[in-house]
């Protein structure tokens, strides 16, 4: 299924696109796609078999905007250098742990929405990602098979990054990836059972028209499963967390002199195949 939350601003409800690409109202068979949800085979049972029936009403998409398809998030745990062409292109030795880091959740805004230039940044860059959306607590997992079992779902995510910030100012990454709306996320929630195999996904990203990556997930380091399994050592992972995987090459930090940084006016278009595509216009903050 591909769920989605559509709306203004903290008013999303939540939706359903279905094969036909017709846009379909679930606000009568559930209250929002967030956690809770997500945990309830029940609840995601009603919604197939309302979906197969043609029970869902018909929602004018009309100047409807596109929300962030999960609500209530908990946490987003990001992964990073984790590609090989990633680690490569900025001069990284692959690390040979996950390298891990936090976005708050209030960074999260629709995959549409305007993204903001820091005040006082040079160097704000682009980054596609995978996110995965956990759908069962991971505890101590044993394997990247259980690991894999506790996803829900996937979504495309732009992990805006400030690379002075992140890197030249001291202390941790958390200040150059924590800037409000950076962390555009959607269009859609697409439930594991469509992505049968999440290390063979393209990736791509342009920027004012010019292409600037263009991965796969099949050059992860840690994939998916694993990625689930290894962090479930060291926090409990809870339905409606996310987990940004990392992203391919080809971001301003990893290009030649004057690196081509983000600015306003610039637009980023964003797309991960079966997943959905992603476009926003950069403001001043």
Request: charged residues 25%; hydrophobic residues 40%.
């Amino acid at each position: 299924m591909k769920l989605l939350r559509v709306g203004t601003a903290g008013s999303e409800r939540p939706a359903l696109l279905d094969a036909d690409g017709t846009l379909r109202d679930l606000s009568g068979v559930v209250t929002d796609i967030d956690g809770e949800l997500l945990a309830d085979e029940d609840a995601l049972g009603r919604i197939r078999s309302a979906a197969e029936a043609g029970e869902l009403p018909v929602l004018d998409g009309t100047g409807l905007r596109v929300g962030p398809p999960v609500g209530r998030i908990g946490k987003i745990v990001c992964i990073g250098l984790n590609y090989h062409d990633h680690a490569r292109e900025t001069g990284a030795e692959p690390p040979a742990e996950p390298v891990v880091f936090f976005k708050a959740p209030d960074t999260v805004v629709g995959p549409h929405d305007t993204v903001l230039v820091p005040r006082g940044s040079t160097k704000t860059d682009w980054e596609v990602e995978l996110a995965v959306v956990i759908g069962r607590t991971a505890r101590y997992l044993e394997s990247a098979e259980e690991g894999l079992a506790c996803v829900a779902g996937y979504a495309v995510a732009h992990d805006v990054s400030e690379r002075e910030f992140q890197i030249e100012r001291g202390g941790t990454w958390d200040k150059g990836k924590n800037c409000e709306t950076f962390n555009p996320l959607g269009p859609w929630l697409v439930t594991a059972d469509e992505v049968p195999d999440p290390q063979r996904l393209p990736l791509r990203l342009w920027v004012n028209g010019e292409l600037k990556q263009d991965g796969t997930t099949a050059e992860q380091i840690f994939p998916v499963g694993e990625v689930v399994r290894y962090l479930s050592r060291f926090m409990v992972l809870r339905p409606g967390d996310i987990i940004n995987t990392g992203t391919p090459a080809g971001v301003a930090m990893g290009q030649p002199e004057p690196k081509p940084y983000l600015r306003a006016g610039d637009v980023v278009e964003l797309e991960i195949e079966g997943l959905g595509r992603q476009r926003q216009e950069l403001k001043e903050a």
